[in-house]
């Protein structure tokens, strides 16, 4: 028992810095960034790709991959995001447009370093700690450490600084934001580059405990999305809960019924959320259907 | 010349999947990524009734349309309630469930494993076992298909469609039940892209859920956009686009592992240089501009 709410705080941890991250992007550029995942899935290649084959530290690639990831987000923003949103796109073609850089990307990834499993665990598999009876190895602590210490940063971040203030004057009214002479399109890069930042720990984190594979970026995201949609986008707790409740119906779902059916079981939360409660429990304001 | 009947069954499959997705997507604005699902359920319905109970083809394919609108109503009731990205992400989920179910009910689907051995279709005692013999089965269902949804569209039921898409409140005030008319063109819909399903089922005679990935969907709406949404023959441009682009990279000496690859980076960047570009596709007269952003 102890066992599966353990294994739920570490996928909840990963989800929650996927969805914040996620929930970032939506915030500032108000569309589904669907190319999210494959930053997550891009974080534990840069890893794989600068301790594997250049050989670097681990702590060293792991600090390069965070860098790149960042990188790579602020990059779909220059394109294709910025000049689709220049010409009045709407969320709508910024989501198709997402979806086919995450197919491009997801595909040059599996080219470049093929569709098996890689990893960049280094020896044996350890036992794990005993902890109340649970099994918890280093690295899952070390997730659960990474991820409460990012999401407070970020949400001091947005709450206390002069960054987070315009981060959200903008996610609040872009067009106010702008005459009030706050530069958005500055704004919405921060919040690529911190969201792609966290999306790229996220897949580190997550690679380092069951290793990757270049799909594993849009089931993550899913997860992520899930657990900001029944949580509310504007809320970071309601994240938090969000990705919680996620992890803990998965895992107790593996308890009672058998664990290929995790992914059946968060969309069918998904669905209750998204027909009965749109805001999720923690959210505000939603688009709904006019009629 | 197999190869090139081949392609060309292949074609026709793609062009009942996109213009069935059209119907939703293109004319009622209702972007789904839910449609490979309903194309493997009806494949699989098929399969299955085929395998267990060896009905005819002409049962099997009724049964499917039929069993598939009604799983269309299922996915088209989150769009009552919810909208775009919102509705989007809903499809998704079915999408994503479609195929856990699949893969997973290993006694009735055969899981990973699939289902080998569908038989070939008799149609009133005729026999079909050769491509060419597919060819002209796909060619007439594909043409029932544009004719019905060239009936539909050009219909004031079509024209219901189409103004809920451009304005759904609009719709409303004038009268118009809108919920039943979301629901009713998931119906359509989902009972067309069983159609396909039915065929791919038949054609290559073995099914696993790796054909009716969230990936196949969005290739598919891929194929609507690219070739123009909300234009009857939007999908058959769009279809005969990408499914020859990819062929044409065999003659190139493309290495066959790189194939799978290269045809979905293919895809993928068109969907982007497209919503770029020409966000209306080839022929299209929908851009997916949602009425705040379009004035």
Known sequence: MIQYIVNSLIAASVWTL???????????????????GIVFTAGAYFAFLFKAWLGFPLAVSLFIAILCSTALGCLMEFFPYRPLRRKGASPLVLLLASLGTYVVLQNMISMVFGDDTKSIRSGPVKEGLNVFGARITPIQILTILVSIVLVVAVAILLKNTKMGKTMRAVASDFKL?????????????LGFALG????GVAGILFALDVDMTPTMGMNALMMGIV???????????????GALLLGLAQNLGVWYISSQWQDAIAFAILLVFLLFRPQGFMGKRVVKATV | MEYFLHILILIGIYIILSESLNLIAGYTGLLSIAHAAFYGVGAYVA??????????????????????????????????????DYFVIATFAFQVITFSVLNNWVSFTGGPMGLPGIPQPTIFGLKITSHLGFLLLIVILCSLILWISHRIVKSPFGRVLKSIREDEVFTQAVGKNVAAYKVLVFIIGAGMAAVAGVMYAYYISFIDPTSFTVMESIFIISIVIIGGAGN?????????????????????????????????ILYGGLLVAFMMWRPQGFLGKYAFQSGETRE
């Open chain 1, 18 to 36: 996927l969805g914040l991250g996620f929930a970032l992007v939506l915030r500032a550029g108000r569309f589904f960034n669907f190319a999210h």
């Open chain 1, 177 to 189: 934001a702008n005459v009030c002479g706050l530069d958005s399109d500055r704004v919405i890069l």
């Open chain 1, 196 to 199: 792609s930042a966290l999306a």
């Open chain 1, 227 to 241: 657990a900001v949609i029944i949580g509310g986008v504007d809320s970071i707790i309601g994240i938090i809960l």
């Open chain 2, 47 to 84: 399969a299955l009734m085929a395998l267990h109970l060896h009905s005819p083809f002409l049962v099997n394919i009724v049964c499917a349309v039929i069993l598939c609108g009604l799983l269309g109503a299922l996915v088209g009731i989150p769009s009552l309630r919810i909208r775009d």
């Open chain 2, 232 to 264: 009857l023959w939007g999908p058959v441009v769009g279809a005969v686009v990408l499914v020859v682009l990819p062929e044409l990279l065999r003659f190139i000496g493309l290495p066959s592992s790189m194939a799978a690859n290269v045809r979905q």
